[in-house]
């Protein structure tokens, strides 16, 4: 089976810094994949630059075989195709949450305004926030607001979701209501791009790890593997440092840790 | 000297004429600037070459000149260049000349204070960047906005009372007029002193309750 994603021997720079070191990752139609690594790994500018928010600085990157480094690459094209929800789940204040779900449908796609409601309602409805359609964004608890954030991007029938750490903004309890809205996604066979920091929802919901450090990808292997006999010394610390958090006595307040 | 209210009373629908000229002025002025505002915050915020130069030149002339030296000139000087105009479309032409200076700083600076997230997650969904601009960044960078810009449009209602100096019938030039007629110094006076502060101040008192809403923030508040 061909690669639905294809990042092959691909460079990224900023400045003099190099912070994607020839990266070669495929990810195949309806695969999850969740990557990992320390902080400033490069793991926000491998998604950014398949969004095309950063432009490449060489090798290849192909989407459904067809390159999108060559000049005259429509990015807005591309990007109803890439779907991408931030850490920071940026809905649009001046507008209810209907009028976010629907500004790329009717403006960007030009479709019917009834099928559009149609859909954005069901989506709601599918998160359960049907009933804040109407509210602003301002009026919605942070974890209201990404799972929004993540209908928003569903709107425009993307093909592969990218998600850039979209519970580390969150307070822990919001946290899981907005897992379960990936892990639903996952489990209807979407194509998703993961960055988080939450192992057991990675572990959970992979069909593979991709670990990336200092620019390169040192490892891609499926979770149980990965997690329970990492095969690079990086990867081992990396993990070491969550596994401490878990085995900390119970004393401590459970809610600093999670 | 006894203050004529009679008179006053008979002077009543000129003032009513003037004071329809000078909100026709300011609210003329308003819209032109705004426009040229609009065109001139694009250029600054895309940073496009040259264009970007002339129209920092322009805010720095306009800001840093008299309003009245400004009236003088389109009115005395560009007529001896070949162009006539009417005191009306001097009016016209100087205010907005002013206006659309002070509304493009307003305007850039709203622009700057929208965050960068938005136009990351407004691309991220597709839009142009034209419709970036319509949809995502005008009526956030309006909102942020807001108080300043009808700050200024306040005060360009009140910078119409120059225009009176060529002529165009507003307020001040009727106040002027009867004074030199009929010398009713004190009752004209009076009259036009009334006059602004029924314009204007309900205009600030709506200013300060625009500012207080908005500290508080935006939508669906
Ligand atoms: N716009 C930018 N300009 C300059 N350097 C940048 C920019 N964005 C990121 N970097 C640098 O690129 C490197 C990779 O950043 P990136 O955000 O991709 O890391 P990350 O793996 O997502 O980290 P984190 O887990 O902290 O989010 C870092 O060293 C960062 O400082
Ligand atoms: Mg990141």
Known sequence: ?????????????FGDQQVLKAVDLQVRRGEVVVILGPSGCGKSTLLRCLNGLESADGGHLRLGGEELLAPGTDWRQVRQRVGMVFQSYHLFGHMSVLDNLLLGPLKVQKRQR?????QAQALLARVGLLDKRDAYPRQLSGGQQQRIAIVRSLCMNPEVMLFDEVTAALDPEMVKEVLQVIQGLARDGMT???????????????DRIVFMDAGRILEQNDPESFFSNPQTARAQQFLEKFSYMESLPKKMPAK??? | M??????ILSTLPAFLKAVGVTLQVGLIAIVTSLL?????????VYRTPYLQRVVQLYVELARNTPLLIQLFFVYFALPSLGLKISGFAAAIITMTFLGGAYLTEVLRAGVEAVPRAQLESGRSIGLSEAQ????????QAGLLSLPSLFANFVFLLKETTVVSAVAVPEILYTTKSYIALYYKTYEMLAVLTLICVLLFLPLSLLLRYL???LQHGQFGS
């Open chain 1, 1 to 13: 089976m061909s690669a639905l994603i294809e990042f092959e021997g691909f460079n990224k720079f």
């Open chain 1, 114 to 118: 009834h099928e559009a409601l149609a």
């Open chain 1, 192 to 206: 998703l791009l993961i960055v988080t920091h939450e192992m057991a929802f990675a572990r959970a919901v992979a």
């Open chain 1, 256 to 258: 600093e840790l999670s």
């Open chain 2, 2 to 7: 006894s203050f004529d209210v009679a008179f």
């Open chain 2, 36 to 44: 040229v505002a609009l065109v001139n915050a694009a250029i600054l």
């Open chain 2, 132 to 139: 970036l601009l319509w949809h995502v960044i005008l009526p």
């Open chain 2, 211 to 213: 500012e207080g809403r």
